[in-house]
Each structure stands twice: as structure tokens, then as C-alpha cells.
């Protein structure tokens, strides 16, 4: 009877050792899964909202845009503005309006392009002066990007209804950029823009 119990005995403990050798290794294989996927798994999401946040203020960065400010403003000159300045931004950069300005000449609220020239007629200023040659009997053209409904009717061919489409065009899509872009507004064919094409000037 020793004898068989200490058989059996034995054989217990190659099983208790069994199992603690099993125990060990799926311990040992968890551990390394847990590493495998720490590796693979995506970065913090710290780090991926820094990098999402650097990429959307690369792609909200403004352009910069040069305007030339002339005319009755204290300060006249070249300055740099944002895509989203408007003309009144930028006559603020000039140091205001003169006491001699005609504000109603101008178009305060209208988004300013590249290269746009912004002139601010004194009071009695009919349109604004076009540099040109020396004719002294060349008649001023009409700046149609802020000339005001009165002085758009000037333009030959131009009724009260034409002037108002243009300015509600310039008001709704900007500044005209070119004089072809008067093909766009409702009533303005190929026709009548030949007529206008020397009476009008885009600044």
C-alpha cells in the first residue's frame, strides 16, 4: 500500500508541474501579444489631434493680398490685407477717410482682390481719374467695381435697371475682375459691351 501511494504521489507531481510549465507559458504568450498590438495599435490620440490641428491651420492660413489706397485718405499707399478684407479694412489701414472725402462714392463693404486699386473721390469728384495720356479732352472713365448707381448710368447704354443689375452682381459675387465678366450680368450681351468697353475701367 506505500508503495502504490507513493506511486500516485509521483504522479501528481508531474502534473502540478505540467501545469505550472502551461501556466507559464500562457502568461508568457499574452505578454507578448499585449506588446505586438501596443506597437501596431494607432498613436495616442493627443498626438493625432496635434497633427489633425497642424494640418487644418496650414489649410485655413490666409493669403496675402496687396492693395494700392488712393485718393482722399490720410495716409495713401500700398498695403497688405488678407482674402477676407473688405475696402472699409483697408481704408482703416490708411488712416481713415479725409474730411474732403465723399464716402458715398465708395463702397465700404466690398471684398478686396490682389492688385486692387481703391480710389476715394474728394467731394465733387465726378469719377475717379484714370491715368492716361496727356488729352486733356478724354473724358474719365467709370470705375464699375465702386462707382455708385448714378454714375454707372452715365455709361452709354446703361438704364436704371442695367446699373442696378451690376451693382447687385459686384454686391453678390465681388468685384468685377475684367470688363468681359459684364457678359455675366442679366441684360449685358456682346453688343452692348462693345458700346461700353472705352467708358469703363476695372480697378
Do not use: C
Not at 494607432?42 to 492693395?67: G, R, S, T, W, Y
Not at 489701414?93 to 465708395?106: S, W
Request: net charge negative; hydrophobic share 40%; proline share 5%.
Amino acid at each position: 500500500m506505500w508503495q502504490w501511494g507513493k506511486k500516485y504521489e509521483k504522479q501528481w507531481y508531474v502534473l502540478a508541474l505540467i501545469a505550472i510549465v502551461a501556466t507559464v507559458i500562457f502568461i508568457y504568450s499574452d505578454r507578448e501579444q499585449e506588446q505586438s498590438f501596443a506597437l501596431t495599435a494607432d498613436p495616442p490620440l493627443e498626438q493625432k489631434n496635434a497633427a489633425e490641428m497642424n494640418e487644418e491651420q496650414e489649410q485655413q492660413q490666409p493669403i496675402a493680398l496687396f492693395v494700392d489706397v488712393k485718393g482722399a485718405v490720410a495716409r495713401p499707399g500700398v498695403y497688405e490685407v488678407t482674402e477676407h478684407a473688405r475696402v472699409k479694412d483697408v481704408i482703416a489701414m490708411a488712416g481713415g477717410l479725409t474730411k474732403e472725402a465723399d464716402h458715398t462714392k465708395v463702397n465700404l463693404a466690398a471684398k478686396v482682390h490682389d492688385e486692387m486699386i481703391i480710389y476715394v473721390p474728394a467731394k465733387g469728384e465726378v469719377s475717379a481719374p484714370v491715368p492716361s495720356g496727356d488729352s486733356q479732352e478724354e473724358k474719365p472713365k467709370i470705375d464699375i467695381n465702386s462707382a455708385s448707381l448714378e454714375e454707372i448710368q452715365k455709361i452709354q447704354g446703361i438704364g436704371p435697371a442695367k446699373a442696378a443689375a451690376i451693382i447687385a452682381y459686384r454686391e453678390e459675387h465681388g468685384p468685377f475682375r475684367k470688363i468681359e465678366d459684364l457678359l455675366n450680368v442679366s441684360g449685358i450681351g456682346e453688343k452692348s459691351l462693345e458700346k461700353m468697353k472705352e467708358q469703363i475701367i476695372i480697378r
